[in-house]
């Protein structure tokens, strides 16, 4: 069942955080609906702009409305991943998402402040919410490269007033994280100093942490083993993801993570069976370890197991 994402959001505040994961394809589909019900989680789907251009935004929709025939007791959000305005619009229009995310947080204040009340106002009018981001990340944001010299933490009382000015529903903070497989170097990682301050100016408002994935040692060896050339890569440490959702973090971003299991699987695959090209015999592997990967990341999310109680929450709203 597709449900509205501030519903979700209700449901897991200070309690536990919702993965929102990322699809591009069938399998990826597959692998995430059977994750999510094996561990019986709530959880969220995002769709982003490049995902809605790898075949056609159609086809990933069509997938996700099937996904939902097939697991009616699935109880899931469709949210739009780093927005631009045009973007925003569309999805709004389609009635397909149950939330969007626009990222103006390239702009300065004034015009990220102006663009997202812009958004807002059209959201709003159709019953969708809408996530904003303030500050940046290091890293990559879709065709935005932002030097991690000027990557720079969400400013608290900058928080609460951009949430004031623009009506958005939950805020993408800049915490320390940034996408990719490359977050950190030497000791760092989430600054949850500055979470909690920022939960201080905004109580009980859901935040969201992006670059949230873990970048497992065990899975870039792996891939190197298999011929892969990824070197220096470092992610958050997965247990810091409940003590985040104490402070009001209600959505956590992993993508970057789902791309390393394919690739770990696609590799070995290859490298072991050379003489294949059934594209069904790694897919099939897959599926069933992206679906493990899900599920051992709602575990340490804490939304493992809330699936009933979230349900029983959605209806009654
Ligand atoms: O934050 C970006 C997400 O990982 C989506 O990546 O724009 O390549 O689909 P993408
Ligand atoms: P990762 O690159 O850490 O998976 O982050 C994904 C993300 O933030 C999507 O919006
Ligand atoms: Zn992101």
Redesign the pocket.
């Known amino acids: 069942m597709i449900v509205p994402t501030r519903v979700l959001f209700e449901h897991a505040y200070g309690k536990y955080a919702l993965g929102?994961y990322?699809i591009n394809n069938l399998e990826q589909a597959m692998g995430l609906f059977r994750g999510n019900m094996e561990s019986q989680a709530p959880f969220i789907i995002?769709i982003?702009k490049g995902a809605r251009a790898y075949t056609d935004k159609r086809m990933l929709e069509a997938i996700i409305r099937t996904a939902d025939q097939i697991w009616p007791d699935a109880l899931f959000a469709v949210h739009l991943?780093?927005g631009d305005e045009q973007t925003c619009y569309e999805c709004i229009e389609s009635g397909f998402y149950s939330s969007v995310?626009i990222d103006a947080s390239h702009h300065p204040f004034e015009e990220n402040v102006a663009i997202t009340r812009r958004v807002v106002q059209a959201a709003h009018a159709r019953g969708i919410s809408v996530e904003a981001e303030l500050g940046m990340?290091g890293?990559v944001?879709e065709d935005i490269k932002v030097d991690e010299k000027n990557a720079f933490l969400t400013d608290p009382d900058e928080a609460k007033l951009f949430v004031e000015l623009t009506g958005c529903d939950s805020l993408?903070c800049a915490i320390g994280?940034?996408?990719?497989?490359y977050?950190f170097s030497g000791s760092q990682g989430i600054h949850f100093e500055r979470v909690a301050e920022i939960q201080k100016r905004l109580p009980g408002f859901p935040l969201v942490?992006?670059?949230?994935?873990s970048?497992p040692q065990e899975e870039v060896e792996r891939i190197n083993a298999a011929g892969g050339q990824l070197k220096g890569t470092k992610?958050?440490d997965p247990s810091h993801y409940l003590p985040a959702a104490k402070l009001g973090v209600c959505k956590v971003?992993?993508?970057?993570?789902?791309?390393l299991v394919w690739t770990r699987v696609h590799r070995e695959y290859f490298r072991d069976h050379p003489s294949e090209f059934d594209l069904r015999g790694p897919g099939k592997i897959f599926m069933a370890e992206y679906a493990k990967f899900i599920a051992s990341r709602n575990e340490l999310l804490g939304s493992a197991g809330q699936l009933a109680a979230a349900r029983e929450h959605a209806i009654k709203k």
Do not use: F, P, W, Y
């Open positions: 929102a990322n995002q982003s991943d780093h995310m990340l890293g944001e993408a994280t940034s996408h990719g497989a977050k942490m992006h670059g949230s994935s970048v992610g958050v971003n992993i993508d970057t993570d789902g791309r």
